[in-house]
DNA sequence: TTAATTATTGCAAATTTTTGCAGTAATAAC
DNA sequence: GTTATTACTGCAAAAATTTGCAATAATTAA
């Protein structure tokens, strides 16, 4: 289904994607940290959604005493730069890899349910907002609010 | 513009608008309390976007002693109930009626660069979600981020 | 290499937000 | 009416998030 789409991406090399993410940074005078180095190492190790609490809980594990100022600090910076992708879902803040299969949700306001949706919604929104405003909208993890079926 | 688009409302008439608060919420079992009348109040009088911290502001000015966790307990239990819509904007939670007039933003992740953006074009989608899911999407203030065009 | 500059971190304090619980107020049952 | 039930609030404590600043580490210039 949504594999074929064009908001996917191949499975990330752990390798190649970090030393990319070094360049880039690099390229506008940031600095790879050996902190931001494991923040990142989180994401590629646990896949999904991270709150801050889930990260932070994640580096004392691995005894990597970082503080958590600098994580919270790092995610917002990381976001800033499109890295990560930040989202509400269920009152929470949550990050994830934007590289990240894509994947767009429905969200019931009344019930919490949660429904998945296809990638092709988004497609002709995407293509108006180019051609009319030279946004390039980034609509990888749309999360829409409502009511579904059962409550309406 | 704007004005004559699907999402938009008649301008809020105070009194009609508190009582049938009243009776919405009457009708779910839930009360309208001395504090939830007030922080409506807020709402009907300032309009626009408000934090947590200036709904409590505002209060206080009025001598209107409502605990903080009243407030965001309110906050939350209108979101819930689709009479406040929240939304994030430039890292600060923000509510405002849900009547309030429809509108969308692009927000640039770089620069915090924000552009006012149409109705029509969420026209389809929503078509689209109620045809396919029966979901009644709730799109009168959708904040797209990504890239402006002088940022791309 | 050394000095100067700049980005980043850790720490502690401040601020914001959430939570548990006892008390209060409204509604419903009798 | 009185009592029982339920929703809601305030308070105080806990937890989450942000901020200022001095110290550190990396990069740049000399």
Chains 1, 2 share one sequence.
Request: net charge negative; hydrophobic share 35%; aromatic share 8%.
């Amino acid at each position: 289904m949504s594999n074929e789409h064009r908001h996917n991406h191949p499975p990330i090399e752990p390798e190649v994607f970090l030393s990319e993410l070094k360049t880039e940074l690099h390229s506008h005078g940031y600095r790879f940290t050996p902190q931001r180095k494991q923040i990142i190492d989180v994401f590629l190790d646990r896949h999904g959604h991270l709150t801050p609490r889930d990260v932070y809980d994640h580096l004392e594990q691995l005894s990597a005493a970082i503080d958590q100022a600098t994580v919270y600090r790092s995610l917002e910076f990381f976001s800033r730069l499109g890295i990560l992708h930040t989202s509400q879902i269920a009152g929470q803040t949550v990050f994830e890899l934007s590289q990240a299969v894509t994947h767009h949700h429905l969200v019931c306001r009344k019930c919490d349910e949660v429904l998945p949706l296809d990638d092709h919604h988004f497609d002709q929104l995407v293509e108006h907002l180019w051609a009319e405003h030279k946004f390039k909208a980034e609509l990888s993890h749309v999360t829409i609010s409502g009511l579904c079926s059962k409550c309406t």
